[in-house]
């Protein structure tokens, strides 16, 4: 299943990579894309994630917002 989200405070590389390590982290993600520039995200899963699992790991990450997109 591919979920797309947009994601608000990223500045830098740095950000990508820190939401991308921990949007992985979560229980059934097989894929994480996380493009800075489009200030967006692609989560590859088995079966449809709890977005609440999506808003925790991003907030681990840093302080960025995440909506569904």
Known sequence: ???KYSI???TCGHCAAAIT???SEVDGVTGV?????DA???VE?????P??????A???AGEYSVVEA
Request: charged share 30%.
């Open 21 to 23: 390590e921990e949007v």
């Open 1 to 3: 299943m591919i979920s």
């Open 51 to 56: 977005f609440d699992s999506i808003v925790e």
């Open 40 to 42: 967006n995200m692609i």
């Open 33 to 37: 894309n996380v493009n800075l520039e």
């Open 8 to 10: 608000t405070g990223m």
């Open 45 to 49: 899963s088995e079966d449809r994630l």
């Open 58 to 60: 991003v907030s681990e």
